[in-house]
């Protein structure tokens, strides 16, 4: 019978605390490669600066502390996915359609949009894929309130922000049993 608090030993005599540097070492290599071929391209995947990027990517994995587990529902990513592409194709095509319309038709201007989700990476999200859609950036959150500026203000960007919020919402479970965080005050 262990001791309580004593950790308890794993395969190879392996401790929880080494499995967990471990798959962050071995997760950050994961991801650093990854990103290096997707940036470099499949020809360049072995460069040697790739390789230092990668290493200097686990050892930064290493050297900072850990964040606690952001839990996610990974069966809602796919349509989370799938509403940022068609949001990107649909505001890129009305961002050009404007930018190339004689009458140039913008009426550029700040939106405000309560949030209801919580603060940490659901916010951080939220407000990251506002920036990155065509026509959108967030400029300001203060407290639950979103300052986002808009190139057409009498255009429906609260719909879409609604939605967004919406499914970025199902992304992350609220740490309140019962209780979504669309309705936290």
Do not use: N
């Not at 005599?13 to 391209?41: I, K, N």
């Not at 319309?101 to 550029?108: C, G, Q, T, V």
């Not at 949030?115 to 990251?128: Q, S, Y």
């Amino acid at each position: 019978m262990e001791a309580p608090g004593r950790a308890i030993p794993t395969i190879r005599g392996e401790s929880p605390r080494r499995r967990t540097r471990l798959a962050r070492a071995s997760g950050s290599a994961l991801v650093a490669a990854g990103l290096w071929w997707v940036l470099a391209g499949p020809e360049k995947a072995l460069h040697p600066l790739g390789g230092l990027a990668v290493v200097l990517a686990v050892a930064a994995s290493l050297a900072l502390p850990a964040g606690r587990s952001v839990g996610m529902r990974l069966a809602t990513l796919p349509g989370l996915a799938a509403f940022f592409l068609r949001a990107s194709v649909v505001g890129g095509v009305d961002v050009a359609w404007r930018a190339i319309h004689p009458r140039l038709p913008i009426r550029p201007g700040f939106v405000h949009y309560r949030c209801h989700l919580l603060h940490g990476p659901p916010l951080t999200l939220f407000m990251g894929i506002v920036s990155l859609l065509p026509g959108t950036l967030s400029v300001r959150l203060e407290g639950r309130l979103l300052t986002v500026h808009v190139l057409d203000r009498e255009s429906r960007s609260v719909d879409g922000l609604r939605e967004l919020e919406r499914r970025v919402a199902a992304l992350f479970p609220s740490p309140r049993s019962g209780q979504r965080p669309e309705e936290d005050a």
